[in-house]
């Protein structure tokens, strides 16, 4: 499963892969979540970029799942246990 951060704007997310299904975490500068996502393979950029301007942070964290199954189980873990401000009623 690979990883990637890089700052959360407009310039920096082209640089995320786009080849596999991703779990993405919008993250304040001292890495606290701020939303927890998913995004399908080919949409991650699109995806991503829908929030700016309207979810604050600093930073996104992507990492790959092999398939789209496995990417909601995971962001449903996340949620779950950290709680982000902007995820609501569970998404």
Do not use: C, F, W
């Not at 993250?27 to 700016?52: F, M, P, S, W």
């Amino acid at each position: 499963m690979a990883k990637k951060t890089t700052n959360y704007n407009k310039a920096n997310i082209p640089s995320l892969p786009n080849d596999k299904p991703v779990v993405y975490r919008i993250q304040t500068e001292n890495g606290k979540d701020n939303y927890i996502g998913i995004a399908q393979r080919g949409r991650v950029n699109d995806r991503i970029a829908e929030h700016l301007g309207e979810i604050p942070g600093s930073k996104v964290k992507i990492e790959q799942h092999s398939s789209i199954q496995d990417a909601r189980a995971s962001e449903a873990r996340l949620i779950e246990n950290q709680q982000p401000k902007y995820n609501k009623d569970g998404k």
